[in-house]
Protein backbone atom coordinates (compact mmCIF):
# COMPACT_ATOMS: atom_id res chain seq x y z
CA UNK A 1 0.00 0.00 0.00
CA UNK A 2 1.64 3.31 -1.21
CA UNK A 3 1.72 6.23 1.40
CA UNK A 4 2.81 9.46 0.33
CA UNK A 5 3.26 11.75 3.04
CA UNK A 6 3.34 16.18 1.55
CA UNK A 7 4.64 18.91 3.73
CA UNK A 8 3.38 21.90 2.81
CA UNK A 9 3.25 25.42 4.82
CA UNK A 10 -0.31 26.88 5.90
CA UNK A 11 -2.22 28.71 3.52
CA UNK A 12 -3.48 27.44 0.67
CA UNK A 13 -7.59 26.72 0.00
CA UNK A 14 -8.88 23.12 0.94
CA UNK A 15 -10.08 23.08 -2.95
CA UNK A 16 -5.90 23.76 -3.65
CA UNK A 17 -4.92 20.63 -1.21
CA UNK A 18 -7.81 18.41 -2.80
CA UNK A 19 -6.18 19.19 -6.47
CA UNK A 20 -2.66 18.25 -5.35
CA UNK A 21 -3.78 14.86 -3.36
CA UNK A 22 -5.74 14.03 -6.51
CA UNK A 23 -2.49 14.57 -8.47
CA UNK A 24 -0.70 12.66 -6.55
CA UNK A 25 -2.91 9.66 -6.19
CA UNK A 26 -3.47 9.31 -10.00
CA UNK A 27 0.76 9.68 -10.96
CA UNK A 28 0.73 7.09 -8.25
CA UNK A 29 -2.00 5.00 -9.77
CA UNK A 30 -1.13 5.90 -13.63
CA UNK A 31 2.72 4.04 -11.64
CA UNK A 32 0.69 0.71 -10.96
CA UNK A 33 -0.40 0.99 -7.22
CA UNK A 34 -4.13 0.09 -7.24
CA UNK A 35 -6.30 3.07 -6.34
CA UNK A 36 -8.04 1.32 -3.30
CA UNK A 37 -4.37 1.15 -1.68
CA UNK A 38 -2.76 4.83 -2.53
CA UNK A 39 -2.78 6.91 0.74
CA UNK A 40 -2.08 10.50 0.62
CA UNK A 41 -1.00 12.74 3.93
CA UNK A 42 -0.93 16.46 3.88
CA UNK A 43 0.36 17.89 6.95
CA UNK A 44 0.48 21.84 7.48
CA UNK A 45 3.04 22.97 9.29
CA UNK A 46 2.43 27.06 10.24
CA UNK A 47 4.56 30.07 8.80
CA UNK A 48 6.12 30.48 11.67
CA UNK A 49 7.65 27.03 12.49
CA UNK A 50 9.01 26.74 8.42
CA UNK A 51 12.51 27.99 8.06
CA UNK A 52 14.32 28.45 4.87
CA UNK A 53 17.96 30.35 4.89
CA UNK A 54 17.56 31.30 8.73
CA UNK A 55 14.35 33.08 8.28
CA UNK A 56 10.82 32.24 8.78
CA UNK A 57 7.97 32.21 6.09
CA UNK A 58 6.06 33.64 8.37
CA UNK A 59 8.98 36.62 8.44
CA UNK A 60 9.51 36.43 4.45
CA UNK A 61 5.49 37.24 3.82
CA UNK A 62 5.88 39.93 6.56
CA UNK A 63 3.65 38.18 9.25
CA UNK A 64 5.90 38.63 12.09
Known amino acids: MPLIEITVAEG ?6 RELMRGVHNAVE ?5 A ?4 VLVREV ?19
Open 12 to 17: RTEEQL
Open 30 to 34: AWGAP
Open 36 to 39: TSIR
Open 46 to 64: PPALWMAGGVTLAEKRGLH
